[in-house]
């Protein structure tokens, strides 16, 4: 099954200092340029409403910044011990020291796909951009105007690389134009991936506190998602018996 998504943007790439929050970012529009069965009910793999403002900006101007998580199977964590807090920052920055402890819910599923949850957090993405320096001609698949179409790239063109979404397609930028691609059609596509960083926002403290998924240890209490998603596209919090489950699966696993 293949998806397309049409964004919307109004600037292509974040360019700030530390704090600088001028240069908006809309949030993407989701649409899908083909209209076949399969696809109907298909959910989003960006659950941010479409209204909601601009993903916090503290990233210099290498690096794009995206309402989600991209993949086919987006990142996500269970719950699975009482009493779990996670180290968090005041802002989404990664400069800043973690300096607050924020409990998260015995049993919760931070997916997502979660959306009885989700609709209390906020999840976003920076990436930090790099080009692509094509090394033989080559016939792409692209997203324009919503729909699908071929262009051709030949020897020596640049692209740059802004987000990956999902099923081998990304978010580039060609001649200055924001564009969806099969990345998977350009064999050097991932010989140069930079970093990336997801971002969770969560109710602490008052306040918004931010995660960053990669500084979460799964093995505290927490649990990655693919031990309890029940299908694809659809995530909610476990119960107790699939929490002690788990823990029954990742010793097993330790063990061997």
């Excluded at 180290?87 to 819910?105: G, I, W």
Aim: net charge negative; glycine share 6%.
């Amino acid at each position: 099954m293949r998806l397309f998504f049409l964004f919307a943007i109004t600037a292509l790439i974040i360019s700030c200092g530390k704090n600088d929050v001028s240069t908006p970012l809309n949030p993407f529009i989701e649409s899908k340029a083909n209209n076949n069965a399969e696809d109907v009910n298909t959910p989003p793999l960006n659950t941010e409403p479409l209204n909601k403002p601009s993903p916090p900006n503290h990233y210099s101007n290498n690096w794009f910044l995206q309402w989600g998580w991209p993949g086919e199977y987006p990142n996500g964590f269970s719950v699975i011990e009482k009493n779990i807090t996670l180290s968090a920052r005041s802002q989404a920055n990664p400069n800043l020291k973690e300096t607050l402890k924020c409990p998260v819910d015995y049993l919760g599923m931070y997916h997502p796909w979660n959306k009885e949850r989700a609709s209390q957090l906020s999840f976003f993405t920076a990436t930090e951009t790099y080009e692509i320096t094509i090394s033989e001609t080559t016939e792409v698949e692209i997203i324009q105007d919503g729909k699908p179409k071929f262009k051709t790239l030949f020897t020596g063109d640049i692209i740059t690389f802004l987000s990956y979404l999902s099923e081998g397609w990304a978010i580039v930028n060609i001649d200055g134009v924001i564009t969806e691609i099969s990345i998977s059609d350009i064999k050097d596509w991932h010989t140069t991936q930079k970093d990336t960083h997801l971002w969770l926002g969560l109710p602490c403290q008052g306040q918004t506190a931010w995660v960053r998924f990669q500084d979460i240890a799964l093995d505290n209490g927490l649990a990655d998602y693919g031990h309890s998603l029940s299908s694809w596209g659809y995530a909610a919090d476990i119960n107790p018996s699939d929490a002690i489950s788990i823990k029954q699966e990742i010793t097993q696993k330790q063990i061997k």
